[in-house]
């Protein structure tokens, strides 16, 4: 290596290290930004998942006798403060429960008869 080269890469030694010295203080800065966000959603997890029901059926007692129909579900839907509902025709079932469910019960007209979460 000849004595220019030598030169220029000595010149370059401060800006390879500055550049260097930011990426490890950037790095260090970025991880302890993830530490305190996964202890922070850690800690409030429970804001997340709650043993409380989220389902509400008795706010959906203002549909009973209304006749199912797509625009009765997403109203029932949006009252009950649930993800999904299910119509029921045949009481008595062994069904599965999901707590963020609402379940409609109608008779044979199809009209809401009942509700209840799960």
Same mark, same amino acid.
């Given at each position: 290596?000849?004595?220019? +080269? +030598?030169?220029?890469?000595?010149?370059?030694? %401060?800006?390879?290290?500055?550049?260097?010295?930011?990426? /490890?203080?950037?790095? $260090?800065? @970025?991880?302890?930004?993830?530490?305190? $966000?996964?202890?922070?959603?850690?800690?409030? !997890?429970?804001?997340?998942? !709650?043993?409380? *029901?989220?389902?509400? +059926?008795?706010?959906?007692?203002?549909? @009973?006798? *209304?006749?199912?129909?797509?625009?009765?579900? $997403?109203?029932?839907?949006?009252?009950?403060?649930?993800?999904?509902?299910?119509? /029921? !025709?045949?009481?008595?079932?062994?069904?599965?429960?999901? %707590?963020?469910?609402?379940?409609?019960?109608?008779?044979? *007209?199809?009209?809401?008869?009942?509700?209840?979460?799960?």
């Amino acid at each position: 290596m000849d004595k220019s +080269a +030598a030169r220029g890469v000595l010149d370059l030694l %401060p800006n390879i290290i500055l550049g260097l010295s930011l990426a /490890l203080v950037g790095w $260090l800065l @970025f991880s302890v930004v993830i530490v305190e $966000l996964a202890e922070t959603i850690s800690e409030d !997890s429970s804001a997340y998942f !709650s043993d409380e *029901q989220a389902c509400t +059926a008795e706010s959906v007692e203002v549909l @009973f006798g *209304q006749e199912v129909g797509k625009d009765v579900l $997403l109203l029932a839907k949006v009252l009950s403060g649930v993800s999904s509902v299910r119509v /029921l !025709s045949m009481p008595g079932r062994d069904l599965s429960f999901v %707590p963020d469910r609402l379940n409609l019960e109608v008779n044979e *007209q199809k009209r809401i008869v009942g509700a209840f979460c799960g």
